[in-house]
């Protein structure tokens, strides 16, 4: 699976980092998430995708 965030889009609410807090963490440098996650993270990429306000989180099979 491939992870990716549009970053003109991503305003950083972090509502992704509840969905799915073992791919994205917000730091002090803004959004940081693992690309390229473990396949038994799917549901909760999947989760973190379908809850961004803006939609800026793409995941490619």
């Known amino acids: 699976m491939k ?7 991503c ?6 980092t509840i969905a799915a807090p073992a ?3 917000l730091t002090d440098s803004g ?8 396949e ?7 989760d973190a995708a379908d809850v961004c ?3 800026a989180i793409t995941v490619e099979s």
Not at 11 to 16: I, S, T
Not at 31 to 38: G, I, K, N, T
Not at 40 to 46: E, I, K, P, Q, W
């Open 23 to 25: 791919v994205f963490t």
């Open 11 to 16: 305003d950083e609410h972090g509502q992704c």
């Open 31 to 38: 959004l940081q998430f693992v690309a390229e996650p473990d």
């Open 53 to 55: 306000p803006l939609q």
């Open 3 to 9: 992870v990716s965030v549009d970053r003109s889009l």
């Open 40 to 46: 038994s993270l799917r549901g909760a990429v999947d």
